[in-house]
Every structure is written in structure tokens, then in C-alpha cells.
């Protein structure tokens, strides 16, 4: 799929994703992957309605019925949407106000954190990359529920001799590697929202 536009959105089965480009020397897009979620059935609006019980998983689905010349939408039988999950992936970027509106609210934010010295500030700008710092504060002000940092530079052998500063600025953040997995559960279906190996 080709990107054409500075902001997209991709409606695919059950979740879109949306991408946005960012600030690189070259075309660049970050993606916020999100499953949106419907209210739950509430089976006394479908008993006010006199709706027949056959026909309530069809309404709970999506689907839009017709009886006897009513037609009946999913929304006069659901309750509120519910908080879905949604995941924002960032990477050969300047930070930008765009990627903190995209990021808002992230279950989990994966950013890159090109170098983690403070004195490579001036490189990152150059290079149009991020330092630790400038991803925590993203995080912080897009107030995701946990970031991973990722895409270091070659010469940055331990990462995490720099995680306690970005911490300082974003408590939830940690550094990524390669075979790092998470399980995201919507906040109603476990106690907590994520397991982590």
C-alpha cells in the first residue's frame, strides 16, 4: 500500500491503522495501530424495542436489520463504546507536535531513542533522529501507558545506562530488544492491562 498523504488511515478487519509522516531526511511514516470497541448489548433496550432474540447477535455484530419496514442499527441496543487498544510505532524522526496528537493515549508507545548521550543532542538534530530525552518527553506529554525505546544508534552498546534520566521525565519508559512481546487486554478482561515477557 502506498502512502500519498501526510495522514492516512487504513480501515482493515476489526482495527485500522493510521499513519503519519514524521520529520526525516527522507519520506518517513509512524503507525498507531487501533481496535475500537463497542458497547456492550444491553438486553433491555432490545426487550423496549421488542426486538425477537434471534436477531440481537446480528445487532451486537454490526449489522444494521430490517423487520417489518423498521430498521433497527447496533447503537439502539450497545451501551457506550468501550476503550479499545491502541498501539503507536515511531521510528527516523524529529520530534514533532503530530507524533505526541498520535500518540495520545497509547497502551503502548514504541519510539526511537537513536542516542542516549547528552551531548549527542546536536547529532540527533542533524541526523533528524531523537535522544532518550526527547522520546520520554513525548511520551510523557502524549500520556501513554508505557514506552519502548528502540533504533539505537550502533555506537550505543548499553542502552540502559541511560534509561534512569528518560525516566525522570517518563517514569514508564524501558528500553526494547529484539524479541521483547507484550500481551495488551482491554481494561475490563483482566485485572491488569498488560503481561510482559
Known amino acids: 500500500l502506498e502512502l500519498t498523504e ?65 430498521t433497527y442499527v447496533p447503537e439502539m441496543v450497545l451501551g457506550q463504546a468501550r476503550k479499545g ?8 524522526t524529529r520530534p514533532t507536535k503530530g507524533i505526541v496528537g498520535h500518540a495520545k493515549n497509547s497502551d503502548l508507545f514504541i519510539c526511537e531513542g537513536m542516542y542516549g548521550e547528552p551531548d549527542k543532542q546536536q547529532k540527533a538534530k542533524e541526523k533528524k533522529h531523537m535522544t532518550f ?25 548499553r542502552p540502559e545506562e541511560y534509561l534512569d534520566a528518560a525516566r525522570k521525565i517518563f517514569p514508564r519508559v524501558e528500553v526494547c530488544k529484539d524479541g521483547k512481546t507484550i500481551e495488551l487486554n482491554f481494561e475490563d478482561e483482566s485485572n491488569s492491562s498488560a503481561m510482559q515477557k
Open 85 to 92: 487498544l491502541k498501539v503507536t510505532y515511531c521510528t527516523d
Open 133 to 157: 530525552y526527547e522520546a520520554a518527553e513525548i511520551g510523557r506529554q502524549a500520556d501513554v501507558d508505557r514506552m519502548w525505546l528502540t533504533h539505537y544508534s550502533p555506537s550505543l552498546n
Open 6 to 70: 501526510p495522514e492516512q488511515t487504513i480501515h482493515m478487519d476489526g482495527f485500522r491503522i493510521e499513519a503519519f509522516k514524521v520529520n526525516h531526511n527522507v519520506p518517513c511514516y509512524g503507525y498507531s495501530i487501533v481496535i475500537d470497541r463497542i458497547g456492550k448489548f444491553d438486553v433491555d433496550k432490545a426487550v423496549s424495542l421488542g426486538l425477537e432474540r434471534r436477531y440481537w447477535s446480528r445487532l451486537q455484530k454490526g449489522e444494521t436489520i430490517e423487520i417489518d419496514g423498521m
